[in-house]
């Protein structure tokens, strides 16, 4: 299984309207009822989980009416080592301590 962490903003195209609410809260829906571990953002919505779930999003938006959909995708997969969960925690996490560290004066920290 290849896990996927990533950041994704989907833009419907051709609704006859500017506003996409009604079409992201469907992909929310999705998300809410996948199990997988997602967090809504201004811009799009951070998602982790296998690649093929991950994917599952053009669907619910095509669904909902949609005939065109453009991506703004990041992805961040790892082979090294294995990830179940919070990868996307993980990393804010890693990045924290090493700012808590050199405000201490403990050190610069590597490694996220």
């Not at 299984?1 to 609704?15: K, S």
């Not at 829906?29 to 953002?41: F, N, P, Q």
Request: aromatic letters at 4%; one cysteine or more.
């Amino acid at each position: 299984m290849l896990y996927a962490v990533a950041d994704f903003c989907l833009i419907p195209i051709g609704l006859g309207t500017p506003s996409v609410a009604r079409e992201i809260a469907e992909v929310q829906r999705v998300l809410a009822a996948s199990g997988l571990e997602y967090k809504l953002h201004g811009y799009g919505t951070n998602l982790e989980g296998p690649w093929d779930r991950v994917m599952e999003c053009h669907a619910a938006v095509h669904a909902t009416g949609a005939p065109r959909i453009a991506t703004d995708i990041r992805i961040g997969t790892r082979v090294d080592r294995e990830i179940a969960s919070g990868g996307n925690d993980h990393k804010v996490q890693r990045v924290e301590e090493i700012l808590a560290a050199s405000q201490a004066g403990t050190g610069t920290g590597t490694g996220a």
